[in-house]
């Protein structure tokens, strides 16, 4: 069997020590994978003038598949966001984050399953901000009945295939009447197409409290862009921290798997980051070439790691670097 062509965008911060470990894990699988390189963000800036290159966006879009790293967004002012940016120009309109507990990790509430929905394309990131004058800046904030249809659509559909019991719509349409407004509609349309799944909604502060309280009240939450982003923080502090979480942009044939985090650069070069989210993440993208039973495995291997103790990264109160922790999931895989 040929190789996969999988674009591997290694991103900057922890970006390039976690990416490289996920790549590590994959081979150890046995799947041949043909890694691209293609630099997106600091590097890219620096090479062409540009953080997100035009042949780098073509180059994801030809392959159809990418591993990516985070890539780091200045706040204030400077270049707007890549991750951003890249999910809007290749019509990456799901954002699927399952944020699952692995049990032994410090910190992690029990049995938490959660999978968070987050529309990506539109809502305050169209990144739209004027000036009326100084003083008063306004932010445009575009819902579309459009985009919400589709990411209700990805919605049901992900929880009728996957034996999920209910979808919750997450907005705050008691103030934001008109785009949440629409943003609710289209999930009620969707939702009476599918009379098996239980649909319900929730105002996202209340959410925000029931997840604390309680998460295993929520199953499939359904989120326009902004709650998406917000939420995915809180459900990764349930299951011990940003270091875990895993995601997958998809569009309509093309995907680009991630992590929740961030480049971290408090911690960047120094070997520490904890690379699992990452290799979840490259999970789902094996599960995606159609590579289920690699990635079934890469996730047992980190679990057995978990449950065993003994190999922590310092943000879960261990020593170990992110290789040592490689390693230990490499030896796990062949504990099958
Ligand atoms: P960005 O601007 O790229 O979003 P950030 O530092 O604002 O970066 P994150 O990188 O998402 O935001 O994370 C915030 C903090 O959480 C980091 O500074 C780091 O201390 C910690 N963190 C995030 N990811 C990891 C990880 N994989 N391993 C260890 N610590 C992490």
Known sequence: MGAYNVVLIPGDGIGPEVTQAACRVIAATGVPVDWEVVEVGTKALEAHGDPLPPEAVERIRECGVALKGPVTTPVGAGFPS??????????????????????????????VDLVIIRENTEGLYVEIEREPRAGVVEAVRRITA????????????????????????????????????????????VAAEYPTIAYRERIVDAACLDLVLD???????????????????????????????????????VAVFEAVHGSAPDIAGKGVANPTALILAGAMLLAHLGEAEAGRAIE?????????GKVLTPDLGGTSTTEGFVEAVIAALGWA
């Open 82 to 111: 890549v991750n951003v940016a890249l999910r809007k120009r290749l019509d990456l309109y799901v954002n699927l984050r399952p944020v699952r507990s692995i049990p032994g990790v410090p910190g992690s509430r029990d049995s």
């Open 146 to 189: 459009g985009a919400s249809l589709r990411i209700a659509r990805f919605a049901f559909m992900y929880a009728a295939h996957n034996g999920r019991r209910s979808v919750t719509a997450v907005h705050k349409a008691n103030i934001l009447k008109k785009s949440d407004g629409l943003f609710l509609d289209c999930a009620r349309r």
């Open 215 to 253: 998460p295993h009240r929520h199953d499939v939450l359904l989120c326009p862009n902004l709650y998406g982003d917000i939420i995915s923080d809180l459900a990764a502090g349930l299951v011990g921290g940003l270091g875990l979480v895993p995601a997958a942009n998809l569009g309509d044939g």
């Open 300 to 308: 047992a291997a980190v679990i057995r790691v978990y449950r065993k």
